[in-house]
C-alpha cells in the first residue's frame, strides 16, 4: 500500500522510515487500509498502536505537569522562608 498524505505521499509503507511511520502512531488518527498496513510494517496488532498512543499521550501530560511543578518549585525558592513552609503545609493537605 502506498501513502496517502504528507511528507511520503505517494511512496510505498515499507519505503518509509520506521520513525516517521511510529511519529504517524502517535499523531495521526490512522482508519482503515493504511492502519492496517502501518500497523503490520511495524509488526505490531491495533491494540498495540493504540496502547503506543495512549503512552505517548500520558508521557506529555506528565510532562506538562512536571514542568508545572519546576515553575512552583523556582517560584517557591524566592519565597522568604516563612512562605514555603505555609505553601508546602496548604499543598501537602490537599486531596
Request: hydrophobic share 40%; aromatic share 8%; net charge positive.
Amino acid at each position: 500500500m502506498k501513502m496517502l498524505f504528507g511528507k511520503y505521499k505517494d511512496k510505498e509503507i515499507a519505503e518509509i522510515p520506521l520513525e516517521y511511520l511510529h511519529w504517524l502512531a502517535n499523531n495521526v488518527e490512522l482508519k482503515g487500509a493504511l492502519k492496517w498496513s502501518i500497523c503490520k510494517h511495524l509488526k505490531m496488532n491495533v491494540d498495540d498502536l493504540e496502547q503506543l498512543r495512549n503512552d505517548y499521550n500520558t508521557t506529555l501530560e506528565e510532562n506538562k505537569i512536571l514542568k508545572k511543578w519546576l515553575n512552583c518549585k523556582n517560584l517557591m525558592a524566592s519565597l522568604p522562608r516563612q512562605q514555603r513552609i505555609t505553601l508546602i503545609l496548604c499543598i501537602e493537605n490537599l486531596p
